[in-house]
């Protein structure tokens, strides 16, 4: 689901920049989506059009749709208790892009009904679970006159319905989401303000949404992308970057202990560039934060992080590729249990990626890849999760590019059956020293204007 403001460059950096706010000025040149497919298929072959039954102890494809011929997922997420899932994203409604927003019911993905303000293009990257009658989406809309505003969406077992959101600024967006409960549900993301890209977070209480003040460091953009609700505490954990004044990005850890938001020294995979871009945990002292990051010679690496209830280090994970590997979502379910996804370039072409922590180290999973891996084929995972006793699946967009075609709808699903041999054994990366983020002031909280409803 490429547009306009998509950017293949090699800077990665996941900014959002005025009007165009192309949100992850990377997705690392990740955005498209898989709509089917079967194992065995060429990688221009026919569609998987019913429910499939993937095989356990391998990575498989599930068939999902794709409206109108182009979009792709950004996030999925489980419902608690059940074999649930809802995914997000967008798709190309032929003069606009609109919101996307898949369920899966323990048999098939299928499209659910979501609104959408008239004139407008529409970007859904986070959503969450409370119960089956109480899931939220989050992101963004650009309506045709200029400017970004939050984007909230809420289904009540029946619907789905817009909530009206705080926007403190004209240009003003929201990545990720997550839910403690009904009444303790969080979103994170950014507004620009005079002095540039700010962290906004914001908090639903049961009955409204309302910023909270939240940390910026130093005086350039800062802006988050994940947040995670520790479960059975009051801490909160949301993770992005802030640009340092040498005009690199470093790290970005915040947390709440119940009362207030305050940074968190966090460490740097390099002295260049520095993402976090997703976060999950199970515990006090147990947190899990990845992104990647870029070295002296240029090459792009994953940056996986453990919080152990004192300090974030960084944990080595496999460099699979030779220019780019970035991990882009995590979802733990126990300190020996954790799955991670994102992409890396392979000889010619941008192939999934899902690692596995067993407690000890991150071991690669065979993923599959339905553009192929021809030269400019593009297959990408934005995120991950987990269903207890279940399985694991992951979402993104995949995309043919010899010759071009609409980016299309990716679901996989692993079925940890069997003792599955994780492949490929790359060599770890080699632990990166810290770099300590400093202090900062709080931002004040911004005085919100309500976002219409649809």
């Not at 996307?100 to 979501?114: F, M, N, R, Y």
Request: charged content about 10%; some cysteine; overall charge negative.
């Amino acid at each position: 689901m490429k547009s306009a403001c998509w950017s293949d460059d090699v800077d990665f950096s996941w900014e959002t920049h005025d009007s165009a706010i192309c949100m992850n000025r990377v997705r690392l040149v990740l955005v498209c989506a898989l709509v089917c497919f079967l194992l065995t298929a060429p990688a221009h072959g026919q569609r998987l059009r019913k429910p499939h039954t993937p095989n356990c102890g391998t990575w498989d494809v599930v068939y999902s749709p794709t409206p109108n011929g182009s979009g792709s997922l950004s996030g999925v997420a489980s419902v608690p208790g059940t074999v649930e899932l809802w995914s997000v994203g967008n798709y190309n409604g032929n003069f606009h892009w609109l919101t996307l927003i898949e369920h899966w019911d323990g048999t098939s993905w299928q499209v659910i009904a979501s609104p959408n303000y008239p004139n407008a293009n529409h970007f859904l990257y986070g959503v969450a679970a409370v119960a089956p009658n109480d899931v939220w989406a989050v992101g963004r809309y650009e309506p045709d006159a200029g400017g970004t505003s939050t984007l909230i969406l809420h289904w009540d077992g029946t619907n789905w319905s817009t909530v009206p959101s705080p926007n403190p600024a004209t240009y003003s967006g929201l990545y990720a989401v997550a839910a403690g409960s009904a009444t303790d549900v969080w979103a994170v993301g950014y507004y620009y303000s005079k002095s540039g890209q700010r962290t906004l977070i914001e908090h639903w209480d049961g009955t409204s949404w309302s910023i909270i003040a939240s940390p910026n460091v130093g005086t350039h953009d800062n802006l988050l992308r994940g947040v995670a609700v520790v479960p059975n505490s009051q801490t909160v954990w949301a993770v992005g970057y802030y640009y340092r004044n040498d005009g690199n990005p470093s790290t970005l850890v915040q947390r709440w202990n119940g009362s207030a938001w305050s940074v968190v020294a966090s460490p740097d995979g390099s002295t260049r560039e520095n993402y976090l871009t997703g976060v999950s945990s199970t515990g006090p002292n147990d947190a899990w934060a990845v992104g990647y990051y870029n070295n002296p010679n240029g090459l792009y690496l994953p940056l996986t992080e453990h919080w152990d209830g004192n300090t974030w280090q960084v944990v080595p994970s496999p460099d699979l590729s030779s220019s780019l590997t970035a991990v882009t979502a995590v979802s733990s379910l126990s300190p020996s249990d954790v799955w991670a996804v994102g992409t890396y370039y392979g000889p010619g072409a941008q192939l999934t990626l899902a690692q596995h922590w067993n407690g000890t180290s991150w071991q690669v999973f065979s993923t599959p890849n339905p553009a192929g891996t021809d030269f400019g084929a593009i297959n990408a995972f934005d995120s991950v999760a987990i269903v207890p006793g279940v399985g694991v699946w992951a979402a993104g967009y995949y995309e043919f590019t010899q010759p071009a075609k609409p980016s299309q709808t990716l679901s996989a699903f692993y079925c940890p059956v069997g003792s599955p041999t994780p492949t490929p054994t790359p060599t770890p990366t080699p632990t990166a020293t810290a770099t300590v983020t400093p202090s900062s002031t709080p931002t004040a909280t911004q005085t919100a204007t309500l976002s219409a409803t649809v």
